[in-house]
């Protein structure tokens, strides 16, 4: 009788976990590819996280507070690891809809992954998406601050050279103002003494 | 005449001048595709021979006619004849135009390195979408560096027509570039002098830490090999020599009037013919060197890419037959496909479709050139290099060096004419005229930020110059042997020097030379008629890929007017001269 009724239930849960089933989402994982050398095996401990952890996201629900490891069903098996679950009523005739157990898991899909050192590409929920994180964006852009430090720099070189132009250029007119005015009163004093020796008869052979 | 005219402060500043002038983006970008098109090593070949018979020579008439004539372009010609007062002209105006649209290349430079700064690169992943679930749909079709690109750097409309706003970003990145570039103007040859003694060695800094870390790149040996792998038919293919030719004579910058103007600042004594050598085996050793860099960075990205296929197919197939993690490997990726094809024969025609077959000749053999090659390729190897900001600020730096070095050149063929001119020295000191220059070329320049700028941009690159420098050096080179005379130049330029001048020149400068330039330009005029109506490449942001169109007539007839204002100087300048000429005669036998 016992014998009987435990087939029946696991008749009925094998009618509930099925490929493609209504409600069940297919899982992935790729531990060799995630971890190299390191990578542990898939076992029933391993199954029995996993469980524990989809429970968990349910009773993170309001209204499903009370979903127990068991009822969580795992089947299909694979070697890739691969393998399908659903996750039933308290009742253990229904599968609870596919909407809730969607917004469970994304909502927790962080602390499942690092329950088994894994991240969204190497455990995967087929037809789960998950929420990517947004890129950091820092109120001002990295770039602005330094094209601002660039273009300072060269604003300022420019204008130093500039006006150092300006400078010299004003620098070397006065300078020929001044070799003109000089040169003009040596002429004058040149032709002061040109005068005087000449009228006094001297050799102008010395200038 | 001779008023004190500035010179270089020693022969090393000029010898740096035209190598930083010459060394520019096109031995980066456009050298290593040409070689990988032509044959690979094989290419070396015309290669050699053209340098050695079409760009010494040409580059030695240039340099002597600016150190002889100690004019910039303008002046130098008119002096050479009257008649040809129009080439000095039309060089100018060639010059004008490449300015134009030459910085915009620096102002993107300036954008990818301040961009540098980041963690992650911003062109290594894509944004995400509206609600987070998964990558912007442009990006996803396309990869984040052509999204980078295409998007965010140019946020490129999908045609010619749409010309959009001005992007104020690239604008910004412009007018730095022009005030960088004036910085270093600013003072003529005194501030260009200590300039070009970064901008010349600094690349190749650059170039040589690429080098050794190109080198020890993962997969570098199989783009290396493909690419020096000669391919002897195509010597016999007429498209490589005149892509030689063509190379070489872009590469110099000759027809510019750029070497003019340099030169022009030497002293007569200046031994120029062995400035010529030097500066046009470096140039060309920086193409080879710039190109063995290049294709060390191709094959890691090759090999890469490839290595990424195979991972997607093994993926592909764990998934699909539920093997176990880690057994599917490359090396047995063959046998386990063909034993699963026999064994589940249904489900593999299902996933078949979806299979990849990579190659890691077909990664290699995607050719790229020009700002293709620069900002999407090699900022795709860049991300995937340990350091990634690091390789991409250097990289970045060395560009902008590369273009900062060009456009001095570009500058000083523009300004020097200007200040030679006693009309607009008179009026303006050369600072004024350096910035009313720099000012004007960044204006119209903005027209290559907005959103079809791109476009306007290849439309210059591609037609702004390349007819026009043809006739231009043709010109020159029949005007010096003939109209002014070889024996009287060579006279000339013994009393300059010193030095006789070698028989090689004379047979270069007399026949050769103005023969090969004869045929590149009849096959340029062929090919652009043969082609009839003239098509570019637009981006298509829904399918994440560029489409060919044709350009609508407006923009055929602005490419015509910006061949056409240039060539046409060269005539219109001889007959101006002659009716002025005439005029005059009427006048004086009037007179008379």
């Known amino acids: 009788m016992l014998w009987l009724l435990f087939v029946l239930v696991t008749a009925i849960h094998a009618d509930l976990c099925q490929p493609d089933a209504e409600n069940a989402f297919k899982v992935r994982l790729s531990l060799r590819t995630a971890l190299g050398d390191k990578a542990y095996a898939w076992d029933t401990n391993e199954e029995y996280l996993f469980k524990a952890m989809v429970a968990f996201s349910m009773r993170r629900v309001p209204n499903r507070e009370a979903t127990e490891i068991s009822h969580v069903l795992l089947c299909n098996v694979t070697q890739r690891v691969s393998f399908w679950f659903v996750v039933t009523d308290p009742s253990r005739n229904h599968t609870l809809p596919a909407v809730e157990v969607q917004s469970a898991i994304r909502m ?30 820092p109120s001002v852009p990295i770039w602005i601050i330094i094209f601002g430090v660039v273009f300072c720099i060269v604003i300022v070189a420019t204008m130093l050279l500039i006006l150092s132009g300006i400078r010299q250029r004003r620098r070397s007119a006065s300078l020929e103002f001044l070799q003109i005015s000089g040169t003009r009163e040596s002429l004058t004093s040149l032709g002061a003494s040109c005068l005087t020796s000449c009228l006094h008869g001297a050799p102008t052979s010395n200038l | 005449m001779d008023e004190a005219r500035p010179l270089w402060a020693t022969p090393l500043q000029f010898v740096f001048a035209c190598i930083s002038y010459a060394v520019g983006l096109g031995n980066v970008w456009r050298f290593p595709y040409l070689c990988q098109m032509y044959g690979g090593g094989s290419f070396l070949v015309p290669y050699i021979i053209m340098l050695a018979v079409e760009g010494m020579p040409l580059l030695y008439l240039e340099l002597a006619v600016g150190q002889r004539m100690r004019q910039g372009s303008i002046g130098a010609w008119r002096t050479i004849s009257p008649y040809l007062s129009g080439v000095g002209v039309a060089s100018v105006v060639v010059s004008f135009f490449l300015s134009m ?90 501030s260009t002098g200590k300039v070009v003694y970064f901008t010349a060695l600094l690349p190749y800094c650059v170039l040589m830490i690429y080098l050794v870390r190109g080198l020890t790149l993962h997969g570098a040996t199989n783009g290396l090999a493909y ?9 016999a293919n007429p498209k490589a020599w005149i892509n030689a030719a063509t190379q070489i004579f872009f590469s110099l910058g000759l027809g510019f009037g750029s070497l003019i103007a340099f030169a022009s600042y030497n002293e007569p004594s200046n031994d120029c013919q062995k400035h010529t050598v030097i500066v046009s085996i470096i140039n060309s050793s920086t193409s080879i060197f710039a190109s063995v860099v290049t294709f060390s960075i191709y094959g890691f990205k090759a090999t890469f890419n490839y290595e990424s296929c195979l991972n997607k197919v093994i993926l592909l197939l764990t998934n699909s037959f539920d093997l176990e993690d880690g057994f599917l490997t490359v090396s047995n990726l063959e046998e386990v496909k063909s034993y699963l094809a026999s064994a589940y024969p249904s489900k593999y025609s299902e996933v078949f479709p979806q299979i990849k077959n990579c190659s890691l000749e077909s990664e290699l053999e995607t050719a790229v050139q020009g700002t293709g090659l620069a900002f999407i390729v090699y900022t795709e190897a860049i991300k995937n290099m340990e350091v990634s900001q690091l390789w991409s600020v250097l990289y970045f730096f060395m560009l902008l060096m590369l273009g900062i070095g060009s456009m001095l050149g570009n500058t000083a063929a523009i300004l020097t004419p200007l200040t030679d001119s006693k009309v607009i020295s008179s009026y303006l000191p050369k600072e004024a005229i350096s910035g009313l220059v720099c000012l004007v070329n960044c204006a119209i320049g903005l027209v290559f930020t907005m959103e079809a700028g791109n ?28 109209l ?46 043969i082609t009839g109506t003239l098509q570019y490449q637009a981006w298509d942001a829904s399918q994440g890929q560029l489409v060919t169109k044709d350009y609508p007539p407006y923009a055929l007839a602005i490419t015509g007017l910006l061949v056409a204002s240039s060539t046409m100087c060269i005539p219109l300048g001889a007959l101006g001269t002659f009716i002025v000429r005439h005029l005059k005669r009427g006048d004086t036998a009037s007179v008379a």
Not at chain 2, 227 to 235: D, G, I, R, S
Not at chain 2, 457 to 474: M, Q, R
Not at chain 2, 498 to 518: D, E, F, R, T
Request: aromatic fraction near 18%; hydrophobic fraction near 45%; glycine fraction near 4%.
């Open chain 2, 484 to 529: 002014y005379g070889l024996r009287r130049f060579e006279s000339d330029l013994k009393a300059m020097t010193g030095h006789a001048l070698n028989w090689y020149w004379k047979a270069m400068w007399g026949g050769v030379s103005p023969l090969l330039i004869i045929s590149l330009f009849v096959f340029y005029l062929s090919d652009y008629i």
């Open chain 2, 455 to 482: 476009y306007w941009f290849d439309i210059f690159n591609d037609y702004a110059a390349t007819l026009s420098l043809l006739l231009i050096v043709l010109v020159e080179t029949v005007a010096v042997c003939y």
């Open chain 2, 101 to 190: 649209y030459y910085n915009v290349i620096n102002a993107w430079a300036f954008w990818y390195l301040f961009h540098s700064f980041q963690d992650p690169l911003p062109w290594s992943v894509c944004p995400l979408n509206g609600n987070r679930t998964g990558y912007d749909e442009e990006c996803e079709k396309a990869s984040s560096t052509q999204y980078f690109w295409y998007r965010k750097t140019l946020n490129i409309s999908p045609s010619i027509q749409e010309s959009g706003a001005v992007q104020w970003e690239p604008a910004l990145c412009l007018i730095l570039a022009w005030l960088l570039v004036y910085l270093c103007i600013l003072r003529g040859t005194e």
């Open chain 1, 108 to 137: 927790n899909r962080n602390r499942i992954n690092n329950a088994f050192f894994l991240n969204d590409q190497t455990l995967e929920f087929l037809r789960i998406p998950s929420t990517l994180a947004p890129p950091t964006d």
């Open chain 2, 227 to 235: 690419m020096f792998t000669p391919k002897v038919e195509q010597l």
